[in-house]
């Protein structure tokens, strides 16, 4: 899987630049909602991955400017596959992947639903190696309109 997956995967109607968002549930519900509009997932996907994040969090810090979080669910919410994209405006803090009980302020979420198990633990550690590159996480921060963003995955 290459970055070319997360570009074919990546719903140009459920990136959003610079959002405004109150908590980590405001960002999970907004992308949620998007790929719901388009037919990607069923109206209870936003609810499940509320749910998994309350006790398998995603914020994962990346040790530079930016940190990360990758919220997901079971593949039972999921009608086709696809992936969510949030940079935020000011960071909304999630509970760390590694150390579950401190949180992360995150200013990049992207949300997976994809439909096989398998898919997702290969998607979860692209994303999680694409994050390791400080270049791509500048290019995403910095992007002012959808194209940039997925010039910065290719």
Do not use: W
Not at 122 to 129: K, R, W
Request: charged share 20%; proline share 6%.
């Amino acid at each position: 899987m290459s970055s070319n997956k997360i570009i074919e995967l990546l719903l140009p109607s459920a990136v959003c630049i610079q959002l405004v968002a109150e908590d980590s549930k405001h960002v999970i519900e907004t992308l949620s909602g998007e790929l719901f509009k388009a037919g990607y997932v069923y109206e209870s996907f936003a609810h499940a991955a509320l749910e998994r994040e309350s006790h398998m969090p995603t914020g994962l810090p990346l040790g530079g400017k930016y940190n990360a979080a990758i919220p997901h669910t079971d593949i039972e919410h999921v009608i086709k596959p696809a992936l969510a994209l949030a940079t935020l405006r000011k960071p909304v803090n999630f509970q760390n992947m590694i150390e579950p009980e401190s949180s992360v302020p995150v200013q990049l979420v992207i949300v997976m639903a994809l439909e096989q198990a398998k898919t997702q633990v290969e998607m979860l550690q692209e994303i999680a190696g694409l994050l390791q590159d400080a270049a791509i996480i500048e290019k995403l921060m910095n992007a002012k309109e959808i194209p940039q963003v997925f010039e910065a995955f290719s």
